[in-house]
């Protein structure tokens, strides 16, 4: 006797206005406005315009607002539902209300306040531009120029050239078939070198330490340090400064002198002087302190009003009644009605982006109202993922989107959503501390540390203890490296 296997499998199928929602959800304010130009382009049916051109605005959005919190993604699967059970017939009526052709204003949207408020960064040119122009002044040959063309693509983002210049010589060979030798590229490679920022073209941190001291002004001090970084550069990565005062008979006023010029160079080049290409950071919401009142506003400048068109629903109007014999007329209005479909969604979709990322913005001030205040970060909660979705009642992945992408402009600057996610650290006090904040208290240690004898990880696990956090050691490591700072051996100073 045959065994029947049954199973039954269970699977969700995102429907095309839940997809086009998430796409939206993802979208900063800086794009939006890209986004709704390229849907306006693409779909006569939808209009941008003011909704007091042609209809009265609604009288109270803060209930519609409400109303519209409550629903979530599946009202998109549902309505499609609704839709595919339609028998075929145009139903007009939906077509033709008022409301549904003044549109919808954007929940936050004020009366110009958000364009005093944003503080966009400057837009300046790329590093590669500026060494482009500067090679531009060289006075090379064709070749030359080939070269040098080829050595500045090969810069990386922190301004230095890894690649062997034989390898350059082969991309040559191959790609442009010219042959060059190392020797020709090298020669190249020193004018590149003497562009803006000092230090640029560098083929490891010793050589960019050393052409930035070539720069300077000659002088003892200037010689000395060039002496260390080209002679003892090993001794001088690891700190053994004893070594270096041997080996280099300096008095303890050359060494210090020498090692405090030294410190004060750039590591990373590519950062600094020719500038990196920076795009405009527009904050998605904006915090303002009312006498200690924080007041929350979604930022809606690149999110401009959208209506269904008047005009398509005149046509509407006009085949209603008409006798419905016309052919023509009737394809004509279920293209329309297809158009219109499209419009409706993408409205939805937009008022759905906006009630979820206020609702987000919202459960996150009120978790971290204190630090909101005056920014004082060790005032941050601990907070997850998970403790936002439960409180809006919104999946994690939903709310991760959202802390993934958007920014949010304070009193005390720009700041990404995710930085408010944290760990939580138990204290004595049977509380739980943000991992932020102890981070902030870490840092604070070792700053004002005594230099000559900077604390070991050990110590600051004993410290941070007393304090009443209770931390490992090798959470000190953890968030000790996470702020970039180095080990005890390495922070030693003369």
Known sequence: ?????????????????????????????????????????????????????????????????????????????????????????????????????????????????????????AFTGSLTDSLMDQLGFLNLNEKQQAIGVQLIGSIDEEGYIRRDLQAISNDLAFSQNIEASVEEIEDVLRRIQAFDPPGIAARDLQECLLLQLERRDPDDITEVAEQIIHDTFDEFTKKHYA???????????????????ILKLNPKPGGSGGATRVQYVIPDFIITNEEGQLQLSLNARNAPDLRISRSYADMFDAYDKSSKTDKKLKETVTFVKQKLDSAKWFIDAIKQRQNTLLR?????????????????????????????????????STVSRVANSKSV?????????????????????????????VKAILKDIIEKENKRKPLSDDKIEKMLNEKGYNIARRTVAKYREQLNIPVARLRKEL
């Open 1 to 121: 006797m045959q065994r029947l296997d049954l199973k039954q499998l269970l699977s969700q199928k995102l429907s095309p206005q839940q997809i086009q929602f998430i796409k939206l959800l993802q979208v900063p304010t800086a794009e939006l406005e890209a986004r709704i130009k390229e849907e306006l382009e693409v779909n006569p049916a939808l209009e941008e315009g003011d909704v007091a051109d042609d209809a009265p605005a609604e009288e109270d959005t803060s209930s519609d607002a409400d109303e519209d919190f409550d629903n979530t993604e599946d009202d998109y699967a549902e309505e499609e539902m609704r839709r595919d059970d339609d028998d075929g017939d145009l139903n007009l009526e939906e077509y033709m209300s008022d409301d549904d052709i003044a549109g919808y204003k954007m929940q936050g949207d004020g009366p110009g306040e958000e364009e005093e408020r944003e503080t966009p960064i």
């Open 409 to 437: 402009q304070t009193e005390f600057g720009i700041i990404p959503l995710k930085f408010f996610f944290s760990e939580g650290i138990a204290t004595d006090a049977g509380e739980e501390a943000s991992s932020r904040e």
């Open 360 to 396: 987000t913005m919202e459960s996150i001030m009120k978790r971290q109202y204190e630090y909101f205040l005056d920014g004082d970060e060790s005032k941050l909660r601990p907070m997850i993922l998970k403790d936002i979705a439960e409180d809006i009642g919104m999946d994690i």
């Open 243 to 261: 070594r270096i005062q041997q080996k280099l008979e300096l008095e303890d006023y050359e060494l210090k002198s020498a090692i405090d010029l």
